[in-house]
Nanobody, 124 residues
């Protein structure tokens, strides 16, 4: 079992920045690929970014590429999502996820563990 707790969400103006953190506890953090997803009410959960267990490879969706950066600190059992140039359409609940599969997948149903989510609101 892995427990995930997100933090860092909030209200920011368009063009601003936020950094989300996800603290993991339980089983060995370095065994897991980590990902960030987001979801708006009534919509499907959307892949935002992912990072392999060793941190050597990262992935991001086209909608955030060049603006969001995922990273991890295995010594702190924490994964981060640095979000820059935020847009109103980035407003969502952001979720951290963990998975032990070989590859990082954008399919939410393939991820094993989830945090409770943190709200990000971008105002115009």
């Amino acid at each position: 079992q892995v427990q995930l707790v997100e933090s860092g969400g909030g209200l920011v103006q368009a063009g601003g920045s936020l950094r989300l953190s996800c603290a993991a506890s339980g089983q060995t953090f370095t065994r897991y690929n980590m990902g960030w997803f987001r979801q708006a009410p009534g919509k499907e959960r959307e892949f935002v970014a992912g990072i392999t267990w060793i941190g050597s490879t990262t992935y991001s969706s086209d909608s955030v590429k060049g603006r969001f950066t995922i990273s991890r600190d295995n010594a702190k059992n924490t994964v981060y999502l640095e979000m820059n140039s935020l847009k109103p359409e980035d407003t969502d609940v952001y979720y951290c996820a963990a998975d032990r599969r070989v590859v990082v997948t954008p399919r939410p149903n393939s991820w094993d563990y989830w945090g409770q989510g943190t709200q990000v609101t971008v105002s115009t």
